[in-house]
């Protein structure tokens, strides 16, 4: 008697022939990308002496680069749906590219922010339409195999980011950080019109109000966070202006969305659970991956005195451990439960985190080094099941604006993260100055047998003194940050132990199932 033929994987949403190359594509696209929110950085004082801006303008070619992406992100689903995913990706991809090049050839500081702000706008759909596109091509249980792929652009570029822009910078010239894009936006540019499929044009009414609201808060938020410090936050009137433009923009926003027949956003994606815990998660994420990223360039060339292209050398290996874990986690996932996993992840995050908070200025690179390794290999842990969970369970027709809201909270997790750092570490370092110097009154013994010197007010020695009393109070305020930073993974907890799990089958897979799915797998 025949048996009747079973259904080994699901059909994905889009079959596509070359899906090798087409995956190729996207992820050249999305690291083209990524890799420039973290590249420049470095880069950012030698542009400053020849754009002729002064150090405190100069900053503008971030924070124009972030708003401008800020605000153009949650636009990739409407758009998409207006004129196609591949007309869409190649136009981002084309105007990312032109953008970049014309950012290496800038002469002027009101130029490069002009163009930093069409790099923003055309690069911020990039992502979230990749990770469509890897969601609609790969079947359901191929997801975490696919966002482990995509995980590996998202989150090991911005790592690699640093240690590429120094070395261009030092062995050529900051303009290559910009016009390293041309050869390969353009090889991307072919991949895609070639393999990436068109896919069905959807006639949405644009709300104009509710992407208005949208673009307000956000663009407001951006630019409170960025500007800050700066402004000594809450003692300046520009800050005040732009927290109520981040209030009254997001919240009118909800509240149009609740109420409009045909809202920017269709909120009904965040009753799905796992999407909406995934997006705090997700959040969550972006404030610890981003700060550990920004503190540890300024502490490793400041404090410990390592130059620029040795500092992108000690954090490489955290990108090296973070892609390992990603190819591991593509190999367990189907088979382990992927809150299992992300609990190892935070595990991970949380014991490096706690080895970073032993972090003196005697130590040599090797401890920086080993914790980067781990909480690298612990994102990979993190981000891959989260991603697969977060879409999993999530309707096809929400997938874009599910993707571009999940890639703005990533981001807005970015901003509030660095800010946040920035802020508690230029707070603590004045705080454990004052504390130090309280201790060195002229009745301490040791001032007595060590610093006589000091009690004479000899200005060599409390010159010296002062010196080595602030680069105690700043090595003291990055472990309070990294304190801060550890509280916050562990927060990821309860939350991860929320989702929903992973649906049980049925009966075990037979023999000949097993055999199918490695040859369907082999295929791929």
């Known amino acids: 008697m025949a048996k009747a033929p079973t259904q080994i994987i699901s059909a994905p949403t889009i079959i596509v022939k070359n899906k090798g190359l087409l995956t190729a594509a996207l992820m050249l696209g999305t690291v083209m990308q990524v890799l420039d929110t973290t590249i420049a950085n470095v880069a950012l004082p030698h542009m400053a002496a020849s754009l002729g801006a002064a150090q405190n303008e100069i900053t503008w070619v971030l924070t124009s680069y972030i708003v401008a992406a800020a605000i153009a992100t949650p636009l990739t689903g409407w758009v998409s749906d207006r004129i196609g995913q591949k007309r869409l990706f190649l136009i981002a991809v084309i105007g990312f590219t032109v953008a970049s090049a014309l950012c290496g050839i800038a002469t002027s500081l009101p130029e490069m922010v002009m163009f930093r702000i069409m790099q923003g706008m055309f690069g911020a759909v990039i992502a979230p339409l990749a990770q469509t596109m890897m969601l609609n091509i790969n079947p359901r249980e191929r997801l975490g195999q696919a966002m482990a792929i995509y995980g590996m652009g998202i989150m090991v570029a911005p790592i690699v980011g640093p240690t590429l822009g120094g070395w261009l910078t030092e062995s050529f010239d900051w303009r290559w950080v910009f016009l390293i894009n041309l050869p390969v936006g353009v090889i991307t540019v072919v991949m895609l019109w070639l393999y990436m499929p068109d896919t069905d044009i ?73 999407f909406s815990l995934a997006s705090i998660l997700m959040f969550i994420v972006g404030i610890t991956l981003f700060s550990g990223l920004a503190l540890l360039p300024p502490l490793l060339q400041n404090l410990m005195g390592y130059p620029v292209v040795l500092t992108g050398l000690i954090m490489a290996p955290r990108g090296v451990a973070t892609m390992l874990s990603m190819v591991v986690v593509g190999r367990l996932s189907g088979k382990v439960d992927p809150r299992i996993m992300m609990l190892v992840g935070t595990a991970c995050m949380a014991y490096s985190l706690w080895g970073m908070t032993s972090f003196d200025l005697e130590m040599d690179y090797w401890p920086v080094i080993i914790t980067g390794c781990i909480q690298g290999f612990g994102m990979g842990f993190l981000f891959v099941p989260l991603s697969t969970m977060a879409f ?61 010197g000091l009690l004479t007010g000899n200005p060599q020695t409390v010159s010296i003194i002062n010196s080595m009393v602030t680069q105690q109070a700043a090595i003291l305020a990055y472990i309070d940050d990294f304190w801060m930073m550890l509280l916050l993974s562990l927060v990821a907890i309860p939350l991860i132990l929320m989702l929903r799990g992973p649906k049980k089958t049925g009966k075990p897979k037979t023999e000949e199932e097993k055999a199918l799915e490695r040859a369907h797998s082999m295929a791929e």
Not at 207 to 228: E, I, P, S, T
Not at 426 to 445: D, F
């Open 202 to 274: 959807k006639r949405r009414r644009f709300d104009f109000f509710g992407f208005g609201m949208l673009a307000l808060g956000v663009g407001a938020l951006q630019l409170m966070l960025d500007r800050g410090a700066d402004n000594s936050w809450f003692q300046s009137t520009e800050t005040w202006i732009e927290l109520g433009l981040v209030l009254t923009g997001l919240w009118v926003f909800v509240v149009h969305c609740l109420t409009a027949k045909e809202p920017f956003i269709d909120v009904r994606m965040f009753r799905d659970l796992n």
């Open 392 to 452: 999993a369970t999530i309707a096809p027709k929400y997938r874009a604006d599910a993707t571009s809201m999940f890639a703005l909270v990533r981001n807005m997790g970015n901003g509030v993260g660095i800010s946040l750092v920035t802020a508690v570490l230029s707070n603590m370092m004045q705080v454990n100055h004052a504390e130090l110097a309280e201790r060195l009154t002229a009745t301490s013994q040791s001032v007595m047998n060590q610093m006589p």
